[in-house]
C-alpha cells in the first residue's frame, strides 16, 4: 500500500496530465466542431463515470444536495468558465492559454475579502500585484490580434475565480462527488433540451472525431474525480502547487504538438503568474498553521 502523501501527489499529477489530455483535445477538433457541439459532448459523455463514482462514494445519497442555489450558479459560472476556457485554446497558444487560466488564484485572493469575508494581508496582495502584471504581460494589451482573443483567457480566469468561491461554499455542506454529478448532468440536460428545440446548433460528428468527444468527456470525468480525492491524502498547499506544474508543461505540449512558440515576453508573463500563484499556495499553508492568531496573512 502506498503511503497517503504520494497518492494524493499521484492524484494531483493526474489531474494536471488530465487537464493537458482535454487542452489538446479541444485544440485539435476546435478548427471542425463549434464550441456548443464541443461543450454538449463533454457534458454527456463525462456523466456515466461521474454517476458511478457518486454512488460508489455516497451510496442512495448520491443526488442529495443541501445548497441549491449556489448550486445553481455553480452550474452557470461553471458552464461559462470552460465555454471561455476552450475558446481561449483554440485561438491562443496552449502555454499562454494555460498562464491565463491559472492566473484564477490571483482574482479568488481579489474577490476572497468581499465575499468569503477573508483577510488578506501584505504578502498575498503583493503576490497578487505581481501576478496581475504577468497577467498583463501575457496579454499582450498592444498588440491588436493577440488582445483579442486574451479576453477569452481573462473570462475564463475570472469565471474560475467566482467558480472556486462558489465551490468553497459548497464544500461546506455538500458532496464534492454529488456537486460533480449535478453540474455535469444539468449541463447535458439543458443541452439536450436546446438541441431539440434548435438542431442546427449540433454539428454531426462520426468516426475520429467522435472518439476524441468520447475521449474529452472521460478524461474530464477522471480530472474531477482525481483533483477531488487527492485533497483526501494531502494538504490543499500540496494540491494547488503540483496544479501548476501544468503551466510549463503546456507550453511543452505546444511546442511539440501544435509547433507554437511562446514569446520570451509572455513566458516572463507566465513566469510571474507562476511565481506569485506558488507565494499565495505558501501564504495559505502558513494561514493554515497560524489559524488561531489574529495576523492576516
Known amino acids: 500500500m502506498l503511503p497517503k502523501p504520494l497518492i494524493g501527489i499521484l492524484l494531483s499529477l493526474s489531474a494536471v496530465a488530465f487537464g493537458l489530455c482535454t487542452g489538446i483535445i479541444v485544440k485539435k477538433i476546435g478548427d471542425d466542431l463549434t464550441i456548443f457541439t464541443i461543450v454538449f459532448y463533454r457534458f454527456l459523455f463525462s456523466v456515466p463515470l461521474l454517476l458511478a463514482y457518486a454512488v460508489w462514494v ?24 470552460m465555454v471561455f476556457w476552450f475558446m481561449s485554446v483554440r485561438t491562443m497558444p496552449f502555454g ?53 482573443y486574451a479576453t477569452y483567457g481573462l473570462l475564463a480566469a ?18 464534492p462527488a454529488s456537486v460533480a454529478l449535478w453540474y455535469n448532468g444539468s449541463g447535458a440536460v439543458v443541452l439536450a433540451i436546446v438541441v431539440l428545440v434548435m438542431p442546427h446548433l449540433l454539428d454531426r460528428v462520426s468516426g475520429e472525431t467522435l472518439i476524441y468527444l468520447v475521449l474529452l468527456g472521460a478524461i474530464g470525468s477522471l480530472l474531477q474525480i482525481c483533483f477531488t480525492t487527492s485533497y483526501k491524502y494531502v494538504d490543499a ?5 503540483l496544479r501548476y506544474v501544468q503551466m510549463p508543461m503546456s507550453g511543452i505540449v505546444g511546442y511539440f504538438f501544435f509547433a507554437e512558440v511562446m514569446t ?25 498553521r497560524v489559524a488561531n492568531t489574529d495576523t492576516p496573512a
Open 58 to 81: 455516497r451510496g442512495a445519497q448520491f443526488w442529495q444536495i443541501n445548497q441549491r442555489r449556489t448550486l445553481f450558479w455553480r452550474i452557470i459560472v461553471g458552464t461559462c468558465g
Open 96 to 148: 499562454q492559454a494555460t498562464a491565463m487560466f491559472q492566473s484564477s488564484v490571483l482574482f479568488v485572493t481579489l474577490l476572497s475579502p468581499f465575499f468569503l469575508g477573508e483577510r488578506v494581508g501584505v504578502y498575498r496582495w503583493s503576490a497578487v500585484i505581481v501576478g496581475l502584471v504577468g497577467v498583463g504581460i501575457i496579454t499582450d494589451p498592444f498588440s491588436g490580434g493577440v488582445s483579442i
Open 158 to 175: 475570472l469565471s474560475g475565480a467566482v467558480l472556486s468561491i462558489l465551490l468553497r461554499r459548497l464544500g461546506k455542506g455538500d458532496a
Open 237 to 241: 498547499v500540496v494540491v494547488a502547487s
Open 264 to 288: 520570451s515576453i509572455q513566458i516572463g508573463g507566465a513566469a510571474l503568474i507562476v511565481a506569485s500563484c506558488m507565494v499565495i499556495a505558501w501564504r495559505e499553508m502558513v494561514r493554515g
